[in-house]
RNA sequence: GCCGAAGUGGCGGAAUGGUAGACGCGGCGGUCUCAAACACCGUUGGGCAUAACGCCCGUGGGAGUUCGACUCUCCCCUUCGGCACCA
C-alpha cells in the first residue's frame, strides 16, 4: 500500500466473513444439484493459472463473474459456476530447475495458497467441482483425446519451424513471443526447425469462421476471422517443362487473377525445394549465399515491412501460358515458404511489394488494370484498384472486377489452374520440449512405427523422479525409466514420445469436466453434460481471443464430429471484462505498483473490495485502482450498515408522511428495475451507483422521520438483497440483522412493479431555440396542448420570445417543450 | 501501413437524439474535538454578474444534418489495443 487510508469498516468485517464463510459450507449453500426444478445457467470464468498469488487482477475479473452467477442464482436459475486450476505450465518446471522444487509440491502448494485467497473472496464456487490439470486423473483425458484425433487424422506428427529462446532454452508458444523477444528473457527468438505433433485445426478453418452460433463481443470475432484470414483466389501454373525436371509447373496462389497478363516475374521462396533445381550453373553460388542468409535471419527480421526488398535472379525463366511469355524466375525472402503455394506471381504494376522489387531490380512494370483516367504512361506507385482490363489479350475492356470471373474460368477451361482458399491459419502445433505437461501418448518402434499407447494404458504418467537441469531437453528424453518401453504391438524395444502437450490443449476441454468433475469412466460424463453444456455465459480476458478461444471451438467441433457431444459451440456467450491498472499504468512488480488484495481484505473486508472493483468503471473497460476511491464504498458500507442496524420501531412514534413514503416507494422500485437490467448486462459501476442512490434516499427519509415502518423495513431488506451479488458477507450479515431466516443467496431477486415505479409529475423542460430556459413540474399525463400552454405562458420563457415569430412549437411527451422562435 | 475501440469537470466515470456532468473521489466551508484524524452536514464545470428564479461558454478540433447533437454523418488530431510483406 503506497498511500494511508483513513476509512475503517464500522463492523467487524473480519468476524463477519469468518462467520458466514463458515455457515455457508457447513449448510452447502453453494452446492449444486444437476437436477433442479429451476432451469440450468452455466457460467464459467476462465480457470487461473496457479501462479501462487491471487492477484488484484484475478479479484477484479472474479468479483464481476461471481456478482453475475449470484445475480442470476437470484434471478431463479440452477447456477453452475465453478473453478479450477490450469495447473501445467512453465513456472513451475523453472521453478524446479532454479529452486529445486518439485514442479508438482510447487503446484499444488500454490494451489491450495489461492484457494484460500479465493474463499476470502466470498465466491459461490461449488469445490466439489474442483479441477487440478496436472492430475493424472485430468490429463489422462488430453490423452485419450489425443488419441481420438490421431485415430481421425486430426493429430498427425511433421517437421516444422518452432520459436526458440537461446536463453531460456526451450520452445515457445507464439504467444510468449513478444515483438520477436522472449516475454520471460528478452532474448531474441530463433526458428528452430523441430519433429512436432500437430493438430489439424485447418480442417475447421471454414466452420470457425461461421459466428452465427455465438454472441461474442464483435471484436473478438474479428481477430479471429483474422486470424483464419480466408481469401479467395485461383491457383495457376507457370510452364517450367523447358527444364525436364520432374516437376512442369510452378503453381502460384493470387487474389488478383485480373493482372495475371502483367505478371514480369515469378518468385520463389528461398527454402522452395525447387530452387536449387532451377538455378543455373552461373548463379548457383550467388543464390546459395541468398538462401543461407535468409535461413539465418529470425522470423521477426523476415517478416518486418521495414526491411528492404532482396532477391535474386535464378537463371530460370518460365511461361505464363495466358500470353506464352517467358518470364525470368527469382527467389526472395518476401515471399513465405508457408502460405499458399510458396511460388508468387509478380505483378509490379498492381502490387506494392512486387512494385518496389520490380524498381529496385530493373525489371519491368506493365500495366494490365488501368486507372480511371490513365494516360498510357509509367504509375508512380502500384495501382491496387479496380479498373479496366488492358494488355490482356481477349480480355481487353472488361472491368477488373470481370476480368477477375472471366480470366479464372479462362483458366479452368483450359486446365491451367483453378480457383483456391487459401487460410493463414496453420495447424496447432502441441508439441512442447518440457516436463511440466501432458505426455503424448505415442511410442516409437523401429519395426512399427508410430504406435499409439492402448487405452487401456493410459494415462502415461509424468515420472516425478526427473532430473530437472537447464540443459533445454526435457527431463523426459533423459529418463531412462520412462523412455524405454516395449512396443505395444510387437514387444520390441521402443521409445516413448518425451515431448509434452502444450497447456491450451488442458483448457480446450476443462468446461466439459466441470458438469462431472470426478468422473472416471471418460473425460465427462454424458448425461451431466447434456445438463449443462454449452457455457451459458464465459468470462474472461480478450488476451485469450485467438488462442484458448480458438482452441477450445476447435476442440468442441472435433468432439462433435467424433460423436462425443452434439453442439456445435463451446461458450454462447461471451464477455470480456477490462484490465485493472494502476497509477494510469499496468501493474507490474519491476514497477513496484503491485495492489496486493489480502492487504485491502485485511483492512477494509471482502465486501468492500468487491464493490470498489466494480464500482470504478465499466467491467469491460477496466480502470485505474484508486486508495482514495476506495474509502468512498467503505463509507457507503458503512451507511448500509447503519441503515440496516436501525431499529424501525421508532418510525412508529413519528408522524407519517404519505407523499414520504410514495417517494421512498417509487425510488425503490426505480431502483430494483435499474439495478436488474444493469446486474444483467455487466453494467456493475451503475448497478452499484443505483444502489448508492437509494441508501441516500433512506438515510435523507430516516432523517425527517415520517416514514411507516413498514415501507422503511421493505426498503431495506430489497436494498439489502440487491447487495447480495456484490456485497455477499454483508448482505448476508444484514439479512440476518433485519431478522430474516435462511440465507439472502438463496432469496428471488427482488421485483419492480412498473406503476409503483411511475412518476406522478415530471419535469417539464421548456427550451427556446433549444436553450433550456424553464423547468416545470407538471402532471406526468398531460395533454400536449396543455403543456405548450404552460410552456409559452411561463414568466421565464415571456422575454426570450417577446417580440418574436413563434414559428413551431415541438412537444416531447414526458419531456419537453422546445419553442422555435425568430 | 491496415483494422478496431476510445477521447466528457482537478480525478474515476454517468447520460447513446431531448435538463451534460448521475454516483463516487478530491477540494472548499461548517459541525464534532483541547487539537488532529475519522465521521457527519453543506457546497463544488468555467466565466460574466446589475447578484437574478439572470446571461454566456463548455463533452479532442473543424464542418454538416436537426427545432434540438456527448449522442448521427464527413474530415482531421491524439491515445490505447490488435494485425502487419498472407501474394
Known sequence: MTSVRTTSTRYDHQAIEAKWRERWEKDGIYRVDDDDSRPNWYELHMYPYPSGDLHIGHWYAMSGADLHARFKRMSGFNVLHPMGFDAFGLNAENAAIQRGIHPFKWTMSNIENMRLQLRSMGPMYDWDREIITCTPDYYKWNQWFFLQF??????????????????????????????????????????RDMNQWFFKITDYAEELLDQSKI????????????????????????????YG?????????????????????????????????????????????????????????????????????????????????RVPILTADYVLHTYGTGVVMGVPAHDARDFIFAKKYGLPIRVVVAPPDWDGGDLEDA???????????EF??????????????????????????????????????????????????????????????????????????????????????????????????????TDTMDTFVDSSWYFLRYASAGFQDGPFDPEAIKKWNPVDQY??????????LLYARFFTKALRDLGLIDFDEPFVRLFNQGTIIYQHQKMSKSRGNVIAPDDYVNEVGADVVRSYLMFLGPWEAGGDWSD????????????????????????????????????VQRALHKTIKKVSDDMDSFKFNTAIASLMELTNTLTQAWERSDLTSDAWNEAVSNLVAMMAPITPYLSEELWEATGHESSVHTQSW?????????????????QVNGRLRDRIEVPVGIEEDTAKETALSSPKIQPHIQGKDVSKVIYVPGRLVNIVAG
Open 539 to 548: 468470462t474472461g480476458g480478450v488476451e485469450h481471443a485467438v488462442m484458448h
Open 215 to 242: 454472441d461474442w463481443p464483435e471484436r473478438i470475432n474479428t481477430m479471429q476471422t483474422n486470424w483464419v484470414g480466408r481469401s479467395e483466389g485461383v491457383e495457376v501454373e507457370f510452364d517450367i517443362s523447358e
Open 383 to 393: 495501382y491496387l484498384a479496380e479498373g479496366t482490363q488492358v494488355n490482356s489479350g
Open 245 to 325: 525436371l520432374e516437376q512442369k509447373t510452378l503453381r502460384t496462389f493470387t487474389t488478383r487473377i485480373d493482372t495475371v497478363f502483367g505478371v514480369t516475374f515469378v518468385v520463389l521462396a528461398p527454402e522452395h525445394p525447387l530452387v536449387p533445381e532451377l538455378t543455373i550453373k552461373e548463379q548457383k553460388a550467388e543464390v546459395a549465399d541468398y538462401i543461407h542468409q535468409a535461413s539465418l535471419e529470425t522470423e521477426i527480421e523476415r517478416l518486418s515491412t521495414e526491411k528492404e526488398k532482396t532477391g535474386v535472379f535464378t537463371g530460370a525463366y518460365c511461361i505464363n501460358r495466358l500470353n506464352g511469355e
Open 750 to 766: 427482488p421485483e419492480w412493479d412498473e406503476s409503483l415505479a411511475a412518476d406522478e409529475t415530471i419535469t417539464l423542460v421548456v
Open 150 to 191: 490421431y485415430k481421425k487424422g486430426l493429430a498427425y506428427r511433421g517437421f516444422a519451424p518452432v520459436n526458440w529462446c537461446p536463453s531460456c532454452k526451450t520452445v515457445l508458444a507464439n504467444e510468449q513471443v513478444i515483438d520477436g523477444m522472449c516475454e520471460r528473457s528478452d532474448t531474441p527468438v530463433e526458428q
Open 628 to 663: 482514495s476511491g476506495i474509502n468512498g464504498v467503505a463509507r457507503w458500507a458503512n451507511r448500509v450498515w447503519e441503515v440496516a442496524n436501525r431499529d424501525s420501531s421508532e418510525l412508529d412514534h413519528s408522524p407519517v408522511n404519505e407523499n414520504s413514503v410514495r417517494d
Open 396 to 497: 481487353d475492356g472488361l472491368s477488373s472486377s470481370e476480368g477477375l470471373q472471366k480470366i479464372a474460368d479462362h483458366i479452368e477451361a483450359q486446365g491451367w489452374g483453378e480457383r483456391k482458399v487459401n487460410y493463414r491459419m496453420r495447424d496447432w502445433l502441441v508439441s512442447r520440449q518440457r516436463y511440466w505437461g501432458t505426455p503424448i501418448p505415442i511410442i516409437y518402434c523401429p519395426e512399427c512405427g508410430e504406435v499409439p499407447v492402448p487405452d487401456d494404458e493410459l494415462p502415461v504418467v509424468l515420472p516425478e523422479d526427473a532430473e530437472f537441469l537447464p540443459t533445454g531437453e526435457s527431463p523426459l528424453a533423459l529418463h531412462e525409466g520412462f523412455v524405454n518401453v516395449p512396443c505395444p504391438d510387437c514387444g520390441r524395444p521402443s521409445k516413448r514420445e
